[in-house]
């Protein structure tokens, strides 16, 4: 029995969320347990919004603290185990510095050998199981004997507390309309599906039904100006409007959104709306690694080798995915 936990995950968006399960886990295996969660600062809002994290350790403030900083405070933490879901050479360094009595990590990076003192053999790239799954395992040490059902999963994200919607944004929410996000970019997270394939999912969407929002980065909406232009009043540009917890809120108070693997994807399936995921079916990058995690979520990606497309910029698998694929989808979703 563990009370005290640090969990690592060092990198994207997405990565993130689809981590926040194995937290849910841990509370239920060990009653009690206190979990912090050592992120970069980008994805703060995400744990403050999840109910299974207790604190947040910031990973970009650590470099401004000296070697022997570092150490002490990893120490005062007094945490009984730390787990890196991501490899981060430095962060394992001081966990074995700071004598964090249980450190486990993958045995697929050498640095986990001098660090560690638990490897769990797990490959990613050529898995047949889900990211969050795979995350599962690594905390093998901790009771989870077997990778579990998706299902279960996804009941265990705990992304309940999100902050409250500012009124200048819910203003823009229509109650009596189907408020669909649509996220185009993916800032070289995923293959996109293309411009041209919103554009005509825009137009086949019944108006008096759907609400449609484009999300997206400050530079998304530059890169995107013109063709929101060609939109019109059909949509509502909020790319760039507000900061991410804001936007964490404003997919909670909408309905559904529509992209690729991307955060915002992530985001919206773990908090239980209509998610629509489209993927490209080559590996590492297809569903069955990286499907979002949702009572309400799904995806579509084509059945077939995606060989072709694999070193392209664009990829004709995901662009052969129908607008009219994904309205069906978004129709069958809300059904559910």
């Not at 970069?40 to 070697?67: G, K, M, Q």
């Not at 787990?83 to 001081?94: D, G, S, T, Y």
């Not at 059945?303 to 694929?325: F, G, V």
Request: net charge positive; hydrophobic share 40%.
């Amino acid at each position: 029995m563990i009370s005290k936990l640090i969990i690592s995950r060092t990198d994207g968006i997405g990565d993130v969320i689809l981590t926040l399960p194995v937290a849910g886990l841990m509370k239920k295996l060990h009653p009690g347990i206190k979990i912090w969660f050592v992120g970069r600062s980008y994805t703060a809002p995400i744990i403050s919004a999840c109910e299974h994290i207790d604190e947040f350790i910031n990973w970009d403030e650590v470099p401004a603290l000296s070697s022997h900083e570092r150490i002490e405070y990893f120490n005062a933490l007094q945490a009984d185990a730390i787990v890196h879901v991501f490899p981060n050479r430095e962060l394992a360094r001081i966990a074995y510095t700071s004598n964090i009595p249980l450190r486990i990590g993958t045995s697929h990076r050498f640095h986990h050998w001098l660090y560690c003192n638990r490897l769990v053999n797990i490959g990613r790239k050529r898995s047949p199981l889900h990211e969050s799954q795979l995350n599962a395992l690594l905390f093998r040490q901790l009771g989870v004997k077997v990778a579990p059902p998706l299902d279960e999963l996804s009941t265990m994200m705990g992304l309940r507390r999100p902050e409250k919607l500012d009124d200048s944004y819910a203003e823009w929410l229509d109650p009596t309309r189907f408020n669909l996000i649509l996220h185009p970019k993916s800032k070289g997270s995923a293959r996109e599906w293309g411009l041209d394939n919103f554009s005509q999912l825009i137009r086949l969407l019944p108006k008096d039904h759907y609400k449609i929002f484009i999300s997206g980065s400050t530079e998304d909406g530059l890169a995107l100006r013109t063709q929101i232009e060609t939109w019109g009043n059909d949509v509502t540009d909020i790319t760039g409007k507000m900061p991410l917890a804001q936007f964490i809120s404003f997919i909670n108070s909408a309905n559904g959104l529509v992209a690729a693997s991307t955060g915002p994807l992530h985001i919206a399936a773990a908090l239980g709306k209509v998610a629509v995921g489209l993927y490209a079916p080559m590996h590492p990058i297809h569903p069955g690694r990286w499907a979002p995690l949702g009572l309400l979520a799904g995806y579509l990606v084509r059945d077939k080798q995606c060989q072709k497309c694999r070193h392209a910029k664009r990829c004709e698998c995901i662009e052969s995915i129908t607008p009219s694929d994904v309205m069906l989808k978004l129709e069958q979703l809300q059904a559910q």
